[in-house]
């Protein structure tokens, strides 16, 4: 995929993310990935996101950076809402949160083969504490 193509290969991403419609994910990740180091699958990703709009309800992601490098991307994300049960460790408050997210993917065949992420969780728990 050239660079433009990944751009927007990775918008409808983040758009189907944002709708909720984990359904499709199959039209962005491979049936088996490498998920933060470790061998899994698409459907062991779309139980985790499951789990965050579980948590999250108003989970919303917002990219603010956004590198290609031949079939490697990196993004920085922020990523916002509402905790309504515990996540990351944080019972929820009812205060909202903004958490920092940093992701590196890789891309076979025109679908996500790599993906890791990292968000500021320390971050996330003194937004809730204070």
Known sequence: MSDSNLHDFYKRYVEALNARE?????????????????????EALV???NSIVDAVPDFHWEVQ???VNGDSLAVRAINT?????????A????KPIEIVEYAIYRVRDGKFVHMSAVHDAEALHQQLAG
């Open 81 to 89: 809402g509402t905790p309504a049960k515990e996540w990351l460790g």
């Open 22 to 42: 984990f359904d499709r994910m199959d039209e962005f990740v491979h049936e088996s990935i490498i998920m933060h180091s470790e061998p899994s699958s698409r």
């Open 65 to 67: 950076e956004l590198a």
């Open 47 to 49: 139980a985790q996101l």
């Open 91 to 94: 019972a929820p408050t009812g």
